[in-house]
């Protein structure tokens, strides 16, 4: 049987101290059943998707040489929200850095 040495063990108590505190500043409850889950939502978030990202594909083919200086501000200005927007609907899974070195360390220490 393995025995776990001094090092291995401090990395797991490290791992363990980064994420209680980010487990435990949830607001959510997770066991609630929300209504973004149904198929008639899930439809109507794809079809404003769609929308966004035709509006967006307009904006790249404009011709902005002849457009004012404010246009041009205010069309960057829609620019950055539309890709917000699209990114907070979140279609994916987002990782961040802490997250990933937590991962690393830990199948480091299983295998």
């Known amino acids: 049987m393995k025995t776990i040495t001094k090092f291995r063990m401090a990395l797991l108590l490290c791992a363990l101290a980064i994420t209680a505190p980010v487990l435990s ?4 409850p997770t066991n609630t059943i929300t ?4 198929p008639a939502n ?6 404003k998707a769609e929308l ?3 509006r967006l594909e307009e904006i790249k083919a404009m011709d ?6 404010v246009e041009k501000r205010a069309l960057r ?6 890709k917000s927007t699209l990114k907070a609907s979140g279609q994916g ?5 802490g997250a990933i070195i937590i991962i690393i360390l830990l199948l480091i220490l299983l295998l």
């Open 25 to 28: 500043n949830t607001t959510e």
């Open 35 to 38: 209504a973004t889950n149904s």
């Open 42 to 47: 899930d439809a109507e978030a794809k079809a």
């Open 52 to 54: 966004l990202i035709r």
């Open 64 to 69: 902005k040489s002849n457009l004012t200086r």
């Open 77 to 82: 200005k829609e620019v950055k929200e539309i």
């Open 93 to 97: 899974v987002y990782l961040s850095v």
